[in-house]
């Protein structure tokens, strides 16, 4: 499998395509990352050098990637942390050129904005951007619970709540929605959830929260890179959501152990590849 990634970068810690592209390859995915920004660190420490690099930069690498005569080949594209609106017209724009050469390939959406605890954390124009173009060109979208509620200006509170919201998105087209943290209020204490609809039939399952602080960024970016390349490697929603959730729960125990605050990918990279199917994805029905 080949997957177009379209992301921020950063030279020190894991995100966006720092965190996204070395588990794709031990998945035994072929990346073609394009940086969206070129960051010292990402921004959650305060400060930070480096750039973001525009759309016209992403523009000239897919052109240029376009120019080998091998978009064919791509079998997703995924995007993630775009810096500013314009980019994610850009990469509207490389989905169309590949789906000219493979109409098949499936387009992966993470809705970066915000989260709990910081609000949005991105330029003006790019929440309207992901609800009103990005999310509804995709297969797959992979907000989390800060992100669905923006997306649909629904609060999640329970399953019913996370029903509609989800639902909303795939009237637009969305096939496949991955909640990749929902806290509803029946939610045990010390607990996290991920919830995945397909087509309105929703699966959920709910691992322990570790007691990490701070909470390493990209664990969104490493999540949603996970569920797409067993997607395509032919594992169904809630298969794909388990295997995603064993593996990120494994690079967070990791970290833990470890002692870091980013992300450590490296040390865990064996169970990214091979995770230790712990945890099991129940279907929810609704009253």
């Not at 992100?147 to 329970?158: H, M, S």
């Not at 929603?237 to 490296?266: C, F, N, P």
Request: glycine share 10%.
């Amino acid at each position: 499998m080949t997957i177009l990634s379209i992301q921020s970068h950063v030279s020190y810690g894991h995100v966006g395509n720092s965190s996204a592209v070395f588990p794709l390859q031990r998945l035994g995915a072929e990346v073609w990352p394009v940086n969206t920004v070129a960051f010292s660190n990402h921004t959650g420490y305060g400060s930070w050098r480096g750039v973001v690099l525009g759309a016209a930069h992403v523009r000239e690498i897919v052109t240029g990637i376009a120019e080998r005569g091998v978009l064919s080949q791509c079998d997703a594209v995924l995007s993630g942390y775009l810096g500013d609106a314009e980019i994610g017209e850009a990469v509207l724009e490389a989905l169309q050129l590949v789906r000219r050469e493979n109409p098949k390939a499936l387009f992966c959406c993470d809705p970066v904005m915000g989260d709990y605890g910081c609000g949005f954390f991105v330029r003006e124009g790019i929440p309207a951007v992901m609800r009103e173009k990005m999310v509804p060109a995709s297969d797959i979208a992979t907000p989390n619970q800060f992100e669905l509620e923006a997306l649909t200006g629904i609060e999640l509170v329970d399953m019913e709540s996370a029903a509609r919201a989800t639902s909303i998105l795939h009237d637009q087209g969305v096939r496949v929605v991955l909640v990749t943290s929902f806290h509803p209020r029946a939610l045990a204490a010390g607990h996290i959830s991920m919830l995945v609809s397909e087509n309105g039939v929703l699966h959920s399952l709910e691992t322990p929260e570790l007691p990490l602080s701070p909470r390493p960024n990209g664990a969104g970016d490493l999540t949603a890179a996970i569920f797409l390349a067993r997607y395509l490697q032919g594992a169904g929603a809630v298969q794909a959501l388990e295997l995603t959730a064993d593996a990120v729960y494994s690079v967070l125990e990791r970290t833990l152990e470890e002692g870091k605050t980013e992300l450590a990918l490296v040390g865990a990279q064996d169970d990214i590849a091979s995770p230790p199917l712990v945890f099991k994805a129940a279907r929810r029905f609704l009253p």
